[in-house]
């Protein structure tokens, strides 16, 4: 049902028009002068307005470039019984859809609030298309990202599964999409499922569907997402959380590229191209026994590794820029300029969550600045980089204090896991643990709080 706002000052015409539109199954809602007209749109939302050109006080024309200067977008159509070409031309330079001359016929009146709701619906989808362009855009300027680029173009152009690897933060949805849209299943579904977001007893179903009556609440059948990334791309984030169970039945579904529903009776034939990623170390979790080596071998066919922000600081200025384009745009904000000094600030910090980290702190710079964003107001946003900045003490307690921090931080982020900890910081693991003993990091308390 479509929202209509009519403005007449005839209650006839108001009274006929609002008929007209009830049986064609619109809402209208009716003002009779502009000052009425005003209050109707500041209290709610209309999908497209009528308004009579000629009317006591504040005429049709007016009442249009005040709608427009409030910033109101909405469809206007103008309706007349003293039409003349200057009218039209005034009101179609002022943004009126439509300019239609009374006695209104009922047929074309519907057609033209049919036209102008389908002009809405278009502009609606090319906004969010925009947006979701916007989303999937992948900013760089590194080598670092030229080679994973590189990679992409030269997977996407086979069938071959792709393993992404990479912190949290850096991208790895964007890059699984960047495979599927140059690829020849480009115009297939990409379908996506976070292993780690799923409850265990109900990632089975998510994969691979279920009917009717399988089990207590499948209270209709379901198609799982192998079934709705058919002809396309299936891309399974955090695939190290897999319980066994499901890693084996997956298994299954790589080697006979069937699947069957739960509560099904016969297998469906699937044709989907699988792209995983992890942020872990899955050879680790190989040798640990929570992964599956046959299915290691499956899925670690053609493997990316996508750089942590730290590592491709030479980027941060184009994806600050991005970042304020997008969210200044979405919020019907004004752009703000970031100083030389606040990027530089920004390229010092070590971005534990890599870009995702990045667009959040960039948002919260815009909210923060008056005009533009300084180094100061970085320094009030990150506050580990302000007291980075300043430290205490003599050189080596300030290069303790340095090593500690970075050692702890490494630490949370690969959960404890010593190799994985070494590994980053490109450490021998026996040199690791002397360091931590040398710095005064306490690895048994810290292993009792986990």
């Not at 509560?263 to 942020?279: D, T």
């Not at 991005?322 to 752009?335: D, E, L, V, Y």
């Amino acid at each position: 049902m479509s929202h209509l706002l009519l403005i007449d000052d005839d209650p006839n015409t108001l009274a006929s028009l609002s008929r007209a539109f009830r049986l064609a199954g619109h809402d209208p809602a009716v003002a009779d002068n502009a000052a009425r007209a005003i209050e109707l749109l500041a209290s709610r939302k209309f999908d497209v307005i009528l308004s009579d050109v000629v009317m006591p006080g504040k005429d049709g024309i007016e009442l249009l470039a005040q709608i427009r200067d409030l910033g109101i977008t909405t469809p206007v159509i103008m309706i007349s019984g003293q039409a003349t070409v200057d009218m039209a031309v005034r009101a179609t330079r002022l943004g009126a859809l439509d300019f239609l001359e009374k006695p209104l016929s009922t047929d074309k009146l519907l057609l033209s609030v049919d036209n102008a709701l389908k002009l809405s619906r278009l502009e609606a989808e090319n906004r969010e298309l925009r947006q979701i362009i916007g989303r999937n855009e992948i900013v760089w300027t590194s080598d670092a990202m030229r080679r994973v680029m590189q990679q992409v173009e030269r997977v996407a152009a086979g069938e071959s599964r792709v393993c992404i690897l990479g912190e949290t933060g850096t991208g790895k949805e964007l890059i699984a999409r960047a495979v599927h849209e140059k690829s020849a299943r480009r115009k297939g579904p990409f379908v996506t499922l976070n292993c780690a977001a799923v409850p265990q007893e109900l990632i089975e179903s998510e994969l691979f569907g279920h009917e009717k009556g399988s089990f207590t609440g499948a209270a209709s059948r379901h198609a799982g997402k192998f079934e709705q990334a058919h002809g396309g791309t299936l891309f399974l984030d955090e695939i190290g959380d897999m319980p066994p169970v499901m890693q084996a039945k997956l298994l299954r579904v790589l080697e006979e590229g069937e699947i069957e529903r739960v509560g099904g009776e016969r297998p469906m034939r699937v044709n989907v191209r699988l792209v995983v990623a992890i942020h872990r170390d899955l050879e680790e979790q190989v040798r640990c026994g929570s992964f599956r080596q046959d299915l290691y071998h499956r899925v670690f066919v053609f493997p990316i590794q996508l750089p942590a922000l730290r590592e491709r600081i030479e980027d941060i200025p184009p994806l600050v820029k991005h970042f304020t384009t997008r969210i200044c745009a979405q919020n019907g904000w004004k752009p703000k300029d970031f100083t030389s000094g606040a990027i530089a600030a920004l390229e010092r910090y070590s971005w534990p969550g890599n870009v995702r980290e990045l667009r959040n702190c960039v948002e919260r710079l815009l909210l923060l600045a008056d005009s533009e964003v300084d180094e100061e107001i970085v320094r009030v946003a990150l506050p580990r980089l302000r007291d980075a900045a300043h430290p205490g003490g003599s050189l080596a307690s300030r290069v303790d204090a340095f090593e500690r921090s970075t050692i702890l931080e490494e630490m949370r982020r690969c959960r404890n896991n010593m190799s994985e900890v070494a590994r980053a910081l490109g450490l021998e693991r026996s040199h690791l643990y002397k360091k931590c003993a040398q710095i005064g990091i306490d690895l048994q308390s810290l292993r009792k709080t986990e």
